[in-house]
């Protein structure tokens, strides 16, 4: 199965990025609800910036990081995107969820600083190498 490129005005892309946040210390702290807050967030800081989400999933085992997988809009810097979305998060996590953060933070932070993002999605790289080296030739 491929997947369908999406057009912009000057532009066909298909970008799919995995993006990792772990929460300050790693404190456990990423309950259902403050999951779904930030997958409702998340969906709507992308919306405004042309990208989709695809998936989110916090780990509820440990409970100190999510993976948001997200299809972008080529316009969008990668850590223009992760920077609004970490600080929209945390602040409405921290605004929303005071009382159940309190324990583990006392300062205003809730995400650790950095972030991880993966391109994925397409072909594998030596498919693309090939395609690449034949330029040119018949088929």
């Known amino acids: 199965m491929?997947?369908?490129?999406?057009?912009?005005?000057?532009s066909v892309a298909l970008?799919?990025?995995?993006i990792v946040f772990v929460t300050k210390y790693r404190h456990p702290v990423i309950t259902g609800n403050i999951e779904e807050d930030i997958k409702d967030l998340a969906k709507s800081i992308c919306e405004k910036n042309d990208c989709i989400l695809e998936e989110a999933k916090a780990d509820l085992g440990?409970?100190?990081h999510i993976h948001l997988l997200i299809d972008?809009?080529?316009?969008?810097?990668?850590?223009?995107?992760?920077?609004?979305?970490?600080?929209?998060t945390s602040r409405e996590v921290r605004k929303r969820y005071a009382?159940?953060?309190?324990?583990?933070?006392?300062k205003?932070?809730?995400w650790k600083r950095g972030f991880s993002a993966i391109s994925c999605g397409g072909a594998p790289l030596?498919?693309?190498?090939q395609y690449i080296e034949n330029q040119g030739y018949d088929d």
Request: proline share 8%; hydrophobic share 40%.
């Open 108 to 110: 205003p932070v809730f």
């Open 126 to 129: 030596s498919i693309l190498k």
């Open 99 to 106: 009382k159940e953060l309190a324990p583990y933070y006392w």
């Open 15 to 18: 970008i799919k990025i995995h």
């Open 62 to 64: 440990t409970n100190d």
């Open 2 to 10: 491929t997947m369908p490129l999406r057009s912009f005005a000057h």
């Open 72 to 88: 972008l809009a080529p316009k969008v810097s990668v850590s223009k995107l992760c920077n609004t979305l970490k600080t929209v």
